[in-house]
């Protein structure tokens, strides 16, 4: 069964601008299911370099290799054939109509870098993560991405409280298309022999990385340590590796879309400010799976159940930009007096301020930090503080608090 993916809309509207697309993404976010979605729709020619005789093709002949599947042109795996870039460039240079290829790959690092050296100023690049939660529940699409001061949406759209919130079932299973289209439960198998993949495919193809029981260490003590501010050395010792270890690894991670770095908002303030980055993994059900969390309710009820709705909400957050073909404009903010807003995004001249609390109702007393950064930022706009709340209600005035379910 096929879900509708919000993205669809900026992968028609780029076409129409721009001579070459390229949608990237982490393995299974379905880039190859919305593309030939699309591509049928469109009667665009569709190849797999998967196919090994399309691939030998590709990489001896490439000029013939055009020719065989002329333009309009959907092409997969196109990171088995490098030398395919140049040959297209050539094509596109030759031509003044957009859309002619898309482009699309399983090793998202490798094929970025050819992306970059030869089709630079012809291509437009976007990125898919897992299903949101509003694709998920078929929910309309909004043209514009999440700011705490959009209309709230109708109340049918909320999700009702219960023993167990419904939010905790989805941040355990985690948002890869695998699940949701088939109603699959067998997370322990989906999410080993993902890890198996990523780590055989891309970590030691690509990377050349050798230290394989250690990396997988460092991947679980991520996870564990998601929603938090970064300490590269205290990871480091934790993970029994050195410090520029650490961060050539977590920059990979990062690379391949595994792990958000929220990098700290510094403009307008002295230099007592907290400058780590916060790490938040892009995917809640790969961090639940790598810290072993077996069902919702223990997780719900457990240590770190703030941490991964947190984690959750700023996935769902940056996924309503970068489906709408937009830079998250996402920063956190925290100094040494222990002032802390979990998330600002920027739009225009203004700066929103948002909280994240696991909680169904939230006072004045619980966000401090909020009023002392409306004080103190001369730009910042109305805020809000997600919640488990199934209403929309003000807190004091310039303040909302926002269900989570109003993300979009």
Not at 19 to 43: C, D, I
Not at 170 to 185: A, D, E, H, M, S
Request: hydrophobic fraction near 40%; proline fraction near 6%; glycine fraction near 6%.
């Amino acid at each position: 069964m096929y879900i509708t993916r919000y993205i669809e809309k900026t992968i028609l509207e780029i076409t129409k601008s721009f001579k070459v697309l390229y949608l990237g993404g982490p393995r299974q976010v379905g880039k190859t299911t919305v593309l030939k979605h699309l591509a049928e729709k469109q009667q665009r020619n569709y190849v797999t370099l998967d196919n090994l005789n399309d691939r030998n093709l590709a990489k001896k002949d490439p000029e013939l290799f055009l020719q065989k599947y002329p333009a309009p042109l959907f092409i997969d795996e196109v990171q088995y054939a490098p030398d395919l870039f140049s040959y297209i460039k050539i094509r596109v240079d030759q031509s003044q109509i957009n859309g002619s290829y898309w482009l699309t790959g399983s090793q998202q690092f490798r094929v970025m870098k050819n992306v970059h050296e030869s089709l630079a100023g012809r291509v437009g690049i976007i990125q898919l993560l897992g299903l949101s939660n509003a694709e998920i529940d078929r929910k309309p699409f909004l043209s514009q991405p999440f700011l705490p001061s959009s209309q709230p949406l109708s109340p049918q759209f909320l999700t009702s409280l219960g023993s167990i919130n419904p939010i905790f079932n989805k941040i355990l299973t985690g948002f890869f298309p695998y699940f949701w289209r088939n109603n699959v439960t067998d997370r322990t198998t989906f999410y080993n022999s993902y890890l198996q993949s990523y780590i055989e495919r891309d970590l030691q193809a690509i990377f050349g990385l050798t230290k394989l029981a250690e990396f997988q260490t460092f991947i679980r003590l991520c996870a564990a340590r998601s929603g938090q501010l970064l300490n590269y050395s205290e990871l480091a010792k934790d993970s029994d590796i050195s410090v520029h270890a650490a961060k050539e690894w977590l920059s990979i991670l990062q690379s391949t879309m595994q792990v958000y770095l929220l990098r700290p908002y510094y403009r307008n303030f002295s230099k007592r400010l907290i400058k780590a980055p916060k790490l938040y993994f892009l995917d809640t059900g790969l961090a639940t799976h790598l810290t072993k969390w077996p069902d919702a309710q223990t997780l719900q009820a457990g240590a770190m159940a703030g941490s991964f709705f947190e984690t959750y909400v700023i996935s769902e957050i940056i996924k309503s930009y970068l489906f709408r073909g937009l830079e998250p404009p996402l920063s956190y903010f925290r100094d040494k007096e222990g002032h802390e807003v979990d998330l600002l995004i920027e739009s225009g001249q203004k700066v929103y301020p948002v909280e994240v609390k696991l909680a169904s109702r939230v006072q004045t007393k619980d966000i401090p930090s909020m009023f002392y950064l409306q004080k103190k930022l001369p730009n910042c706009a109305d805020g809000g503080v997600i919640c488990l709340s199934p209403q929309r209600y003000p807190i004091t005035r310039g303040i909302d608090a926002i269900p989570v379910e109003e993300i979009q």
